[in-house]
């Protein structure tokens, strides 16, 4: 079936250097949304993609979404404390029926 | 307006033992979800209902079952629980099922963190 593969699976990182999340899938997406859930909480919502080579952007968070609906990115510039948690691509396909397909997300530690 | 509600938020059970996981939403959506989540391995898929009197099986259905029960609620039954069931369980909804579009956005509970001896 669709796989969304996510890396890294973790990264640690001194408070204001960036951070860069990688989703990729071998099949062509219709939409990608992006998640984030706190240590202990509950995933939630913070943007979706779904044009062609979209970027959109959230204060300090850049999302995008390649040229190829295949793969996308989130990049946070200068990290805060506050960013700390598990971020999460999850992928809508065509050929996929009513299902979103999650990555396994990527942890993010920031030291202050 | 509360969103997605989970109950338990925390369970112990013995092995062989039966409970059901409640959810229930107050969004007036039409597609309810059933996740486990475990270290390392993201979100996994139980079962989804796109709609009202229909259930279907995601990606882990084995030792589940789901019913939706009506419109707001979605419950899911572990039979007979197996150390291997050890998760936190996350339910979620969304406007509609389909890809692409606002309705698409899910919505998730708090969780139910379930340990099986």
């Known amino acids: 079936g669709q796989q969304v593969m996510q890396i890294p699976q973790y990264q640690h990182v001194q408070e204001g250097e960036d951070f860069t999340t990688y989703c990729n899938s071998s099949t062509t997406l219709s939409n990608i949304q992006w998640y984030k859930q706190r240590p202990g909480g509950h995933p939630v919502f913070l943007i979706q993609l779904v044009k062609s080579g979209e970027v959109k952007k959230q204060k300090r968070l850049t999302f995008q979404f390649g040229e190829a609906k295949k793969n996308s990115s989130l990049h946070i510039t200068a990290t805060q404390t506050t960013d700390v948690g598990t971020y999460f691509c999850?992928?809508?396909?065509?050929?996929?029926?009513?299902?979103?397909?999650f990555g396994a997300g990527t942890r993010l530690f920031v030291k202050a | 307006n509360a969103g997605v509600t989970q109950t338990p938020k925390f369970q112990v059970l013995k092995t062989g033992q039966s409970m059901t996981l409640q959810c229930a939403q107050d969004?007036?959506?039409?597609?309810m979800y059933w996740y486990r989540q475990d270290p390392g391995m993201g979100l996994r898929l139980i079962y989804y209902s796109a709609s009202e009197g229909t259930t279907d099986k995601g990606e882990v259905p084995n030792g589940y079952n789901v019913s939706r029960l009506n419109k707001r609620e979605f419950s899911l039954r572990l039979e007979s629980a197996a150390p291997s069931q050890t998760s936190v369980y996350f339910c979620a909804s969304s406007e509609a099922p389909g890809t692409g579009g606002v309705q698409n956005i899910q919505y998730f509970g708090a969780g139910t963190r379930l340990s099986v001896l």
């Open positions: 969004m007036n959506h039409n597609s």
């Open positions: 999850a992928a809508g396909s065509n050929t996929g029926g009513f299902k979103t397909i």
